[in-house]
């Protein structure tokens, strides 16, 4: 059972990208979901989280910047980033919302630089 991220890329300061998430196990669906994010020499960290009901909660760093969203029929979930700055630069994580380490994927890459 494992997350699959992807879409990352690099993109100039104030550029947009959409990360995707797809899991292979329907049952993510019944499961809140989040993104997190780990950028150089720091921890890994929750930015955005979405539940079973579509209610979302985000990181003060990211709010109103970010928008998670999830699609259940395609068992995805989605993170639309705009308005990016050089501090967002990170790999890009989905989990559940209490992570477990065995959803773990290989993240995607993120790079804001111009």
């Known amino acids: 059972v494992q997350l699959v991220e992807s879409g990352g890329g690099l993109v100039q300061p104030g550029g947009s990208l959409t990360l995707s998430c797809t899991a292979s196990e329907t049952f993510f669906n019944e499961y809140s979901m989040g993104w997190y994010r780990q950028a150089p020499g720091k921890e890994r960290e929750l930015i955005a989280r979405i539940n079973i009901y579509g209610a979302t909660a985000y990181d003060d760093s990211v709010k109103g910047r970010f928008t998670i969203s999830r699609d259940n029929s395609k068992i995805a979930v989605y993170l639309q980033m705009d308005d990016l700055k050089p501090e967002d630069t990170a790999v890009y994580y989905c989990?559940?919302?209490?992570?477990?380490?065995?959803?773990w994927g290989q993240g995607t890459q993120v790079t804001v630089s111009s």
């Open positions: 989990n559940t919302y209490n992570p477990r380490d065995p959803f």
